[in-house]
């Protein structure tokens, strides 16, 4: 599975960004796969944002976001969404797109995932 991020930009502070993921490959080898948004700004360490269960029925999401990201998905597309709103300077990141079977509730910066999008920019100014 091979996953593409698009949507990064710059924004002002308060702003808004989407972000989309989209999974290429054989439907089968997509099928199962629980879907998700990292982050890692320069100098830190990576930091786990938001999962998203196969179903879209579960969604959980890092201690920094909740309340301002929201994170969806659309089988039929292979796609996967992170809506940020209100954002801060301090969301200045690359944002990686992940997809991995374990149970969504699992998910952490010590999580090992199977599947890596290549990042994008995201930066937010004040």
């Known amino acids: 599975v091979q996953l593409v991020e698009s949507g990064g930009g710059s924004v002002q502070a308060g702003g808004s960004l989407r972000l989309s993921c989209v999974a290429f490959?054989?439907?089968?080898?997509?099928?199962?796969?629980?879907m998700g948004w990292f982050r890692q700004a320069s100098g830190k360490e990576r930091e786990f944002v938001a999962v998203?269960?196969?179903?879209?029925?579960?969604?959980y999401y890092g201690d920094s976001v909740k309340g301002r990201f929201t994170i969806s998905r659309d089988n039929a597309k292979k796609t996967v969404y992170l809506q940020m709103n209100s954002l801060k300077p301090e969301d200045t990141a690359v944002y990686y797109c992940?997809?991995?079977?374990?149970?969504?509730?699992?998910?952490?910066?010590?999580?090992?995932?199977?599947?890596w999008g290549q990042g994008t920019q995201v930066t937010v100014s004040s």
């Open positions: 490959g054989r439907p089968s080898s997509f099928f199962g796969i629980n």
């Open positions: 992940a997809g991995d079977r374990q149970s969504s509730s699992s998910w952490s910066e010590r999580a090992r995932i199977d599947y």
């Open positions: 998203i269960n196969w179903s879209g029925s579960n969604t």
